[in-house]
């Protein structure tokens, strides 16, 4: 696992001009427009609307910087050139099957929520098996989502869809679901750290707390979450490239 880290770090630093060009794309309009909700709203809807928006963004334009990501990371790995046009024209061809595969992905990680909604108002005496199997549930999707962690890459780059892509990705993972899980929390209590960190300095220093300042922020939040492609990418690659090592080894001989 510290193997994978520190190449992911590597990876993003060797790069970082180029993650930023391809995150930005998205999420510089992104953050523009979320923080134009919330310091100039003029509705008194704010965070609806910054809700709203920030979701579509996520949902509908991510996984084209997911896409586009992955692309990159492939060629660098090949040792092929690699710029920000080849890769987004790459991504654009695999957007619309890796945005089902996310819209999938998406629906599993809603369901606790609703489950959890369905415990608040399920009675006193069915709350406790209610709270129990929305416990089972959450830990259900945990698992699964482990299995096909590198779900993405297998759209992007294998060329699979939201139906074929899942027992391959599951293939892949086997043998390395610990350390994919022990990875990716570490990025993304890395992360979180860096969320609570600055919204910690924006109460501190509240003259901080500015439009463009939180537009800057946010979005180097956004290139600092290429960090959870790159090591899910990087656990997808070693799978790959082991896979194709054994296959000459495992045909009959001629």
Known sequence: MGTILAETFR???????????????????GHVLLNYFRFFDPSGERVVHTLQAGW?????????????TLVALARIKHGLPV?????????????????AVRFVVNVALWLPGLAWLAVNRAGRGTAVVAGILL?????????????????????????????????????????????????????FALLVGAVLLTTLVFRLVPA???????????????????????????????????????????????
Not at 15 to 28: A, D, E, M, R
Not at 83 to 99: F, I, K, S
């Open 83 to 99: 710029d920000y046009v080849a890769a987004m024209r790459e991504g654009v061809g695999a957007w619309g099957r890796l945005l």
């Open 135 to 187: 416990v089972a549930l959450t830990a259900a999707i945990l698992i699964v989502l482990i299995r096909c962690a590198v779900v993405d890459a297998v759209v992007v780059l294998g060329g699979g869809n939201v139906l074929t892509a899942w027992g391959r990705a599951a293939a892949l993972t086997a043998g390395q679901r610990w350390p994919i899980l022990w990875a990716a929390a570490a990025v």
């Open 11 to 29: 990876l993003l630093a060797g790069h970082l001009h180029l993650f930023t060009l391809i995150s930005l794309t998205v999420w510089l309009p």
């Open 56 to 68: 579509l963004i996520q949902t509908v334009f991510d996984p084209l910087v997911v896409a586009a």
């Open 208 to 254: 901080l707390n500015h439009f463009v300042v939180r537009v800057l922020v946010d979005c180097a939040l956004a290139v600092g979450q290429s960090l959870v492609t790159i090591v899910l990418f990087l656990f997808y690659w070693r799978a790959a490239v082991a896979a194709a090592a054994s296959e000459p080894a495992s045909a009959p001989a001629v």
